[in-house]
């Protein structure tokens, strides 16, 4: 997965070096400037057991800036916001590969650098017994929540480092 550039992202945007669990590191681009969710709009997409997105619908595509070929094949954890706890992504997967839906308020991050938030709902699909890849659908979130979720989010993130 290549690094955000600045052909993407206007400035002004803060730099992060992202660190994800595979190993791999990123180059990330953020600017502080919100995208509202679209009314009436579902975020759809699958990925494979490791996390690589296979299936993604044309909202997800308008959402995050990428064009669907940019995100087929790739870990889905390119959308990962630098705010965002690795404590919540690890209890969505441990609960999602237990056969356990999972729902949560997540903060993506777009192409261009901005970010959206959904209320996200990933399953684990199952054909003869054997899990075969995970669906993620993300509805448009409670503002409510979100603002929750800001003060947790950030106090976990402390905690992290």
Not at 55 to 69: D, I, L, P, R, W
Request: hydrophobic fraction near 30%.
């Amino acid at each position: 997965m290549e690094d955000m550039t600045t052909r993407d992202v206007q400035e002004p945007y803060r730099e992060h070096l992202m660190h994800y669990y595979d190993g791999t590191s990123r180059r990330v681009l953020v600017k502080d400037e919100e995208i509202p969710f679209p009314e009436g709009k579902l975020i759809v997409s699958r990925t494979d057991l490791q996390g690589v997105i296979t299936h993604c619908n044309q909202a997800f595509v308008e959402m995050s800036g990428y064009t669907e070929a940019e995100l087929i094949g790739q870990p889905h954890y390119i959308l990962r916001h630098p705010d965002m706890p690795r404590s919540l992504f690890k209890e969505a997967w441990n609960t999602v590969t237990q056969g356990q839906k999972w729902h949560g308020y997540v903060k993506n991050l777009c192409k261009d650098g901005r970010y959206y938030w959904v209320y996200a709902t990933i399953i684990l699909n199952v054909r003869n017994g054997e899990a075969v890849s995970c669906t993620s659908v993300r509805r448009k979130p409670s503002r409510t929540q979100v603002e929750a979720c800001m003060t947790l989010y950030s106090q976990l993130k402390q905690a992290e480092v």
